[in-house]
């Protein structure tokens, strides 16, 4: 979560994690602008860099290798980074819309998104054949083509339609690869059967004759079958037709061809071209609007139209970035100028590789190495990077405000006194409340919007009163799921109680700045609050919010339970013979102090908070159905703490399997690496409950019974005999890593509560 003394008085939001975008994130890390946040709305953490995606294919590489991980590179540059997908933008209202969040608002906007493959205008492509672009999302396909590949006895066809470069290169490298996935498995690799349909005459029409010759010799030595003049007008299941009446039955058909601009751009109102791409200057800036800018293959040069080429949106980066940071500052903008020629470095699949650059044309090993070399240069700007030193201020050039804005900045800026002063202002806090609607009930009689000093509930006759209270402080720069994520943590302990949620009372502390990015903030980490609310049938009731240099978010929640049933679920009920059960996977500690460190790769940090925003309203009463004798959620003190607190009052001692703990991906990693929460140090002092704490420190898992979790799992105690079946039922509800951990023991003459089984 990156802190700062300096207001927020201008929004940067990029669209998409394509190869402009990564250059103009690693720009602002090196040369960031006081009062200007960044924040790039992406759907996929790991982006690909095209250079390197056939190499991947062909076997040469491994994932990691070919993606620039998003999530890590915005932590490294300071910049906010949330994962979703855009579906439209509100220009009128300066907001970007996304498909599970509320709005978010710009000052300037950049699109960086690629190019989506056009497969309904050719009957049939749709649902029958298999996109290349966009490429973010090719793994997963080539993946499933590979098992099935590897799966399917007899020939195999692969159409492929598209006879450019790409169309081009990825045959050659699906071809090397499929091949040796025969031969290892001791299968004739001729049992495949490659096809190259090209719309054009000839394969490769941008490039010059001898390199068109090259790539015509190395697909005949490989026996691809080339059809030129084949245009495809028609797919079904395993069939495809070309206009010229040519049909060829396929179990496969890849897409490489007829791609356009994604269609939610075409309600945007901005001007496009004729394959709905957007229309820019030189400057990068939308023909229609001079606040939108677009870069790769989504924009199409007004004045010169380009080739969709991955080398035009590296070197778009540089101007890109530049040109924001000279719009915000009111300076003159920089042109574009792109190459007129270009180097590509175009694979055979085999390392070995054609260079084409106008009339030039060589070919070899060498020119693999070389293109392996530049490639893996390219790679590692966005690989290798280390923390930005404490206290590295942001370029202070002046940001030019209007004579209100100005007012509020001199104000954010000011030292402000304890008390109200410290306070968000009424209109403010009013304003980015209006759109919140807290969910209704009848025993709420004065609630959050009423204007009074006090919510007002009842207690209905019968039930008794469950409360708590969570805050801590911003883990994550999206204050949305932030949100989520803390008022889910603050519903854990009511819900462990068996509980049914009644009202929450938020605390809140937001960072200064303009009046209209405070109220947002508000807005959005409490529309993410209240979602999660809601869903609980927990009614918003009122709360505090004042500034602060981070943002960080707490509820009391009140909760009501039968008194005929408060002593179900309490964490002394632990009987000698129960099975232990966890309804979460750990680790959330050590792999947020990873990623502060930039030691955690950003889809380990997704699948975390997936399981942060996972409530543990359903696993509750899974567990009293079960026969839970006794259940607490697993929060700041780890799992050993939370267990020596069952275990005491039950009079009991317990055993844990550390080799049946679920874990998150990655905590292994990040936990062997050395890398723990600031928190763990006081946990590990609980070492003395352990029996058998010796023999248990070389186990990998060790450190992670110490791990302090946010959002975490419930820890607890089933009768032996319905211990499987329990654990079914709550896979089955969606907490797909519920395991069976231990089991309680009757009280031993040790001292120690706790017995490691390694």
Known sequence: MQATTTPIVRDIVLIGGGHSHVGVLRMFAMQPL????????????DTPY????????????????????????????????????????????????????????????????GSTPQLARVHGATEHALPVKPIRRFNERWLALLARVRAHAGTTTIAVVGAGAGGVELTLAMQYRLRGELVALGRDPDELRFHLFSADTQILPTHNAAV?????????????????????????????????GETLAADEIVWVTQAGGAPWLRDTGLALDGQGFIRVRDTLQSESDPLIFAAGDCASLIDRPLEKAGVFAVRMARPLAANLRRSLLHEPLLRYRPQRRWLALISTGDR?????????????????????????RFMR?????????????????????????????????????????????????SRALASIHPVERDDVLIGLHAPDDAAVLRVPPGSALVHSVDFFRAFIDDPWLFGQIAANHALGDVFAMGGAPQSATAIATIPPGLERKVEDTVFQMMAGAVSVLNDAGCALVGGHTGEGRELALGFAINGLIDEKLLGVLRKGGMRPGDALILTKPIGTGTL????ARLQARGRWIDAALASMQQSNRLAVPCLIAHGATACTDLTGFGLLGHLIEMTRPSGVDAEIDLGALPLLDGAAETAAAGILSSLQP??????????????????PNYPLLFDPQTAGGLLASVPAPNAEDCIAALRRLGYTHTARIGRVLPPGEAMEPIHLRT
């Not at 006081?34 to 953490?45: E, H, K, N």
């Not at 026996?223 to 037709?241: F, K, P, S």
């Open 682 to 699: 006081a946990n590990v002092r609980l070492r003395r409950a352990l029996q058998n704490q010796p023999e248990a420190l070389q186990h």
């Open 592 to 595: 947020f102090a990873a990623h």
């Open 352 to 376: 070995h590789a054609v260079a084409s650059r106008g009339w030039l044309f060589a070919r070899g090993d060498w020119v693999w190495r070389w293109k392996d070399w530049i490639d893996r």
């Open 50 to 113: 095209s250079g390197m995606l056939p190499g991947y294919i062909a076997g040469h590489y491994d994932f990691d290798a070919v993606h620039i991980d998003l999530r890590r590179l915005a932590e490294f540059a300071g910049v906010r980074y949330f994962r979703d997908e855009v579906v439209g933008i509100d220009r009128r209202a300066r907001k970007v819309l996304c498909r599970t969040r509320p709005p978010l608002p710009y000052d300037l906007l950049s699109i960086n998104i």
């Open 212 to 244: 068109r010759g090259a790539f015509e010799r190395a697909l005949a030595e490989r026996r691809v079958v080339v059809h030129r003049n084949a245009e495809v007008v028609d797919v079904a299941a395993g069939r495809l037709q070309t206009g010229n």
């Open 34 to 45: 006081a009062g200007v946040r960044l924040t790039v709305v992406c759907t996929d953490t």
């Open 381 to 429: 700007r966005f690989s290798e990077l280390a923390p930005m030193a404490e206290g590295a201020a942001p370029a202070t050039t002046a940001i030019p405000l209007d004579e209100a804005e100005q007012t509020q900045a001199i104000s954010a800026i000011a030292m402000r006194c304890g008390g109200c002063g410290a306070k968000v202002g009424a209109t403010v806090l």
